[in-house]
């Protein structure tokens, strides 16, 4: 058996086991497997194995393995690219014609560039608002206290924009306890917003979870988890 199939696997049980203990079921989680670090081979054997939900942080990568995928993938069963990292405004209109989602949406004038190619392009996005849930200076993402207001400005001003819930990074680290605080602190801020009435009823997911700390994640309530060397190391 290939190594990636091994991997996603070994993934796929402790999924289900964390699924398990936090009575939670399989089907409410989405595993976007970030290919980052991955080769174009490496991708199409993901290809190959039935994923079609992939993770990218820089437009270099992306637009390489993009166009490489386009290629190979059934006309019927297209990858659907998701954007996990920072966008700089002036890289939006390259990145966005790509991508089906943004995990990281950290202002209104980001999300504001998001409406304006959604014009362009005729479509929507679905897009997460990136929350700073550990306080530390170089993370990016909107601070806890705004993220309501920011949620409802985009809600009246970005019609374009399905706003799908919040996305969060812990911060680097084996301390358990620090992870799942910030996933917690994270999920409160959800329920917030939820309350705010700020949002549409499409508002409902919560992307957190790395290759370290996903089964934390699925404790404290993640939709979406986003996991890239557990699958190519
Ligand atoms: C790289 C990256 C991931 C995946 O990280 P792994 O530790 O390789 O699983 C997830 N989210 C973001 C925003 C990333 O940049």
Redesign the pocket.
Known sequence: MSKIKENLDRIEERISVCCDKASRRRDQIRLVA?T??AGIEQIKELYDLGYRVF?E?RLDHLEAVAAEMDNYAAEDSPVQWEM??HIQRNKAKRILPIVSSV??LDSLRLAKEIEKNAGLLGRGFDVFIQVNSSGEPQKYGAEPEAVSELAGKITDQCPSIRLVGLMT?APFTDDVAVIAECFRRTRWIYEDVKKSGNITKDFNRLSMG???DYEIAIAEGATDL?????IFK
């Open positions: 970030v980052k670090t993770g942080n996990i990292g995990h990281s990074m790395m290759t370290n986003r996991i890239g060397s557990a």
